[in-house]
């Protein structure tokens, strides 16, 4: 029997090219039994046999009126993909950021009054979506913690004048460098919805290694907040799937630590 459906790659299981073909039409839109018999070129026991199993499995459903559709185990599929695409995005954008400026490129998401690193890059190797790199710091007076502190406090204490100014031209800038840990650490805001802080992202060099003013050049820091800017979609995209909240449950577990 030829099977007619689009898109469709036969392998050398005969069973399964029968269900790629149902889905094929499945991904065009809701389909009745007699389109789908007609699009494949299955026999009408054969789909309905098919069909029946898929539902067992999730993979197919019935809407309101009786057609077929895409069921809800293939539509969670898709967000693992998904999310598994935006991890691959967002690995390369920390290797390109590294790869262009020779620092030690990190990720940090916020937890409590802790910030955690939740992916990194380093000089020597690159770690990104691992267990390893999720780290719990408190937060403090580096230049991470103050783009932090610049968008949420996180003390419950009264801001100064001085303070209140200085968080000010942190959110309007949008980046903040400083030194910490005996390097030179520039940190950059990364964008959430609705003008919110969804994480920050730092690039770490030794003092010997930067200019005499200890400052990271305008070029920098440019292609500092271009990468800041497409985290930011990556990480949307994590956040739509629900599965980025995984990384609050690993991070429970982590206590402070100092930065590497």
Same mark, same amino acid.
Request: hydrophobic share 40%; aromatic share 2%; glycine share 10%.
């Given at each position: 029997?030829?099977?007619?459906?689009?898109?469709?790659?036969?392998?050398?299981?005969?069973?399964?090219?029968?269900?790629?073909?149902?889905?094929?039409?499945?991904?065009?839109?809701?389909?009745?039994?007699?389109?789908?018999?007609?699009?494949? =070129?299955?026999?009408?026991?054969?789909?309905?046999?098919?069909?029946?199993?898929?539902?067992?499995?999730?993979?197919?459903?019935?809407? @309101?009126?009786?057609?077929?559709?895409? *069921?809800?185990?293939?539509?969670?599929?898709?967000?693992? #993909?998904?999310?598994?695409?935006?991890?691959?995005?967002?690995?390369?954008?920390?290797?390109?950021?590294?790869?262009?400026?020779?620092a030690s490129v990190r990720l940090h998401q916020r937890h409590g009054d802790q910030r955690i690193c939740v992916?990194?890059?380093?000089?020597?190797?690159?770690?990104? =979506?691992?267990?390893?790199?999720?780290?719990?710091?408190?937060?403090?007076?580096?230049?991470?913690? +103050?783009?932090?502190?610049?968008?949420?406090?996180?003390?419950? =204490?009264?801001?100064?004048?001085?303070?209140?100014?200085?968080?000010? /031209?942190?959110?309007?800038? *949008?980046?903040? @460098?400083?030194?910490?840990? =005996?390097?030179?650490?520039?940190?950059?805001?990364?964008?959430?919805?609705?003008?919110?802080?969804?994480?920050?992202?730092?690039?770490?060099?030794?003092?010997?290694?930067? +200019?005499?003013?200890?400052?990271?050049? +305008?070029?920098?820091?440019?292609?500092?907040?271009?990468?800041? #800017?497409?985290?930011?979609?990556?990480? +949307?995209?994590?956040?739509?799937?629900?599965?980025?909240?995984?990384?609050?449950?690993?991070? /429970?577990?982590?206590?402070?630590?100092?930065?590497?």
């Open positions: 029997m030829t099977i007619t459906a689009p898109s469709m790659v036969p392998s050398s299981v005969g069973v399964l090219n029968k269900i790629s073909a149902i889905l094929a039409v499945l991904e065009e839109g809701p389909a009745c039994l007699p389109t789908v018999v007609s699009e494949t =070129g299955l026999t009408r026991p054969t789909v309905h046999r098919l069909v029946l199993a898929m539902q067992d499995l999730g993979l197919v459903e019935a809407d @309101q009126q009786g057609q077929f559709i895409v *069921g809800p185990r293939l539509t969670r599929l898709a967000l693992v #993909a998904q999310h598994a695409i935006a991890d691959c995005e967002l690995q390369r954008e920390l290797s390109g950021l590294r790869a262009t400026t020779g992916a990194e890059a380093l000089r020597h190797k690159s770690v990104v =979506g691992e267990a390893k790199p999720v780290r719990a710091v408190t937060i403090a007076a580096d230049p991470v913690s +103050r783009v932090f502190l610049a968008w949420r406090g996180f003390s419950r =204490g009264h801001k100064t004048r001085d303070e209140v100014l200085a968080c000010s /031209r942190i959110r309007h800038r *949008g980046w903040v @460098q400083g030194i910490a840990d =005996g390097g030179l650490v520039l940190a950059v805001a990364v964008g959430g919805g609705d003008g919110d802080l969804s994480a920050v992202l730092s690039l770490s060099s030794p003092l010997q290694r930067t +200019r005499r003013e200890a400052s990271h050049g +305008r070029e920098v820091i440019t292609i500092a907040t271009e990468t800041a #800017a497409r985290i930011s979609d990556r990480l +949307r995209v994590k956040e739509a799937t629900g599965l980025v909240k995984g990384l609050e449950g690993r991070a /429970r577990g982590v206590g402070p630590q100092s930065v590497e």
